[in-house]
């Protein structure tokens, strides 16, 4: 069973920058596609920014140019660096993890991650 442990949340000013990191374990084949999701206070969860087992990413339009997701050499650890962070910004932030045989589609098809992180709070002050 995929365990997905997220740590480096925190409280940040706008313009600031802050790093997220997410401990993968449990996998019994390669892993797939991992993901960032993020919810607002009062709003539905969304997808942030995904990466696939080739190092393809993606990510959506409010992010794009400010988050970088990345990973690790041995795929143990996924990252989600955030800079010039915004007020809109804040929210939990999930890691979240696709069964192997998935493969990122672009757009991503965020419904194909079912594995996730307890969460992070990232909140971002004006």
């Known amino acids: 069973q995929v365990q997905l442990v997220e740590s480096g949340g925190g409280s940040v000013q706008a313009g600031g920058s802050l790093r997220l990191s997410c401990e993968a374990s449990g996998y019994t084949h390669s892993p797939g596609p991992m993901a960032w999701f993020r919810q607002p206070p009062g709003k539905q969860r969304e997808g942030v920014a995904a990466?696939?087992?080739?190092?393809?990413?993606s990510y959506v339009d409010s992010v794009r140019g400010r988050f970088t997701i990345s990973q690790d050499s041995a795929k143990t650890t996924l990252y989600l660096q955030m800079d010039s962070l915004k007020p809109e910004d804040t929210a939990m932030y999930y890691c979240?993890?696709?069964?192997?045989?998935?493969?990122?589609?672009?757009?991503?098809?965020?419904?194909?991650?079912?594995?996730w992180g307890q969460g992070v709070l990232v909140t971002v002050s004006s």
């Open positions: 990466i696939d087992s080739d190092g393809s990413t």
């Open positions: 979240a993890a696709a069964p192997w045989y998935f493969i990122l589609q672009h757009p991503p098809n965020w419904n194909q991650f079912q594995y």
